[in-house]
Nanobody
Framework: QVQLIESGGGLVQAGDSLRLSCAAS????????MGWFRQAPGKEREFVAG????????GYADAVKGRFTISRDNAKNTVYLQMNSLKPEDTALYYC???????????????WGQGTQVTVSS
């Protein structure tokens, strides 16, 4: 079992930045690749960014490439999502998730946090 708790969401204006954090507890954090996903009202959950267990491999959705950066600190059992140049279309509930392999497919992630809301006003 892995427990995940997200934090750092909030209400910001377009162009602002936020950094989301996801603290993990339970089984060995380094056993898992980590991902960030988001879900806006009326839309399906979508992949935002992913990182391998050692941090050397990362991937991003086209919509956030160049603006968002995923990273992890295995000593702190924490994964981050730095979000710059935020847009109103980034508004969603953001989830972090853990998977035994690096993937962009949300169905392959076994453990999920409760989510943190990000709202970007125009």
């Amino acid at each position: 079992q892995v427990q995940l708790i997200e934090s750092g969401g909030g209400l910001v204006q377009a162009g602002d930045s936020l950094r989301l954090s996801c603290a993990a507890s339970g089984r060995t954090f380094t056993s898992y690749a980590m991902g960030w996903f988001r879900q806006a009202p009326g839309k399906e959950r979508e992949f935002v960014a992913g990182i391998s267990w050692h941090g050397s491999r990362t991937g991003y959705a086209d919509a956030v490439k160049g603006r968002f950066t995923i990273s992890r600190d295995n000593a702190k059992n924490t994964v981050y999502l730095q979000m710059n140049s935020l847009k109103p279309e980034d508004t969603a509930l953001y989830y972090c998730a853990a998977s035994s392999l690096y993937t962009t497919q949300h169905t392959q992630y076994a453990y999920w946090g409760q989510g943190t809301q990000v709202t970007v006003s125009s």
